[in-house]
């Protein structure tokens, strides 16, 4: 994977991954480059093609640390209401939250907190299941993408 140098008004300097640096005319691209941007590089002898690199992607199957998106979703679908995928995730106060009302809330209202917890839960563990890389439901507490 390349990585984009240095963008002028007429060109593009690209570093690949051999170390060598190729600069580029700018009217190749059909996007707008921008500096840092991680870029797949083709040459053959009369055609260049420069595609951009998703960088939340690129950052999902790069990271050995990025939590399970599944092991999320369903920990929201069936333990959501004690808050565990949220524990999961690093959503420490949010979890908190959730485990005491199901369990206090849920004794002074004869479990009527803790149907809407579960309801909770139940949403969230949805929303993430559901979620492409790039939307806050595919992150955990540190902004990290969650790994499909």
């Known amino acids: 994977m390349a990585k984009i140098i240095n963008v002028t008004a007429d060109t593009v300097s690209i570093g690949l991954d ?21 870029v797949d590089y083709f040459e053959s002898a009369d055609h260049v093609v420069i595609n951009k690199v998703n960088n939340v992607q690129a950052q999902v199957i790069n990271n050995p640390d990025a939590k399970s998106k599944l092991a999320a979703g369903l920990l929201g679908i069936f333990l959501g209401e004690l808050g565990i995928h949220n524990f999961y995730l690093g959503f420490t106060t949010k979890a908190l939250i ?17 149907f809407g917890m579960w309801v909770w839960g ?19 507490a540190t902004g990290l993408e969650l790994n499909d």
């Open 18 to 38: 051999d170390g060598s640096l190729k600069d580029v005319p700018r009217n190749v691209f059909n996007f707008e480059p921008v500096i840092g941007d991680q």
């Open 98 to 114: 959730q485990l005491l009302v199901t369990i206090i809330g849920g004794v002074f209202t004869l479990g009527l907190a803790s």
């Open 122 to 140: 139940l949403v969230e563990g949805i929303m993430i299941l559901s979620s492409k890389p790039g939307n806050k439901w595919h992150q955990d």
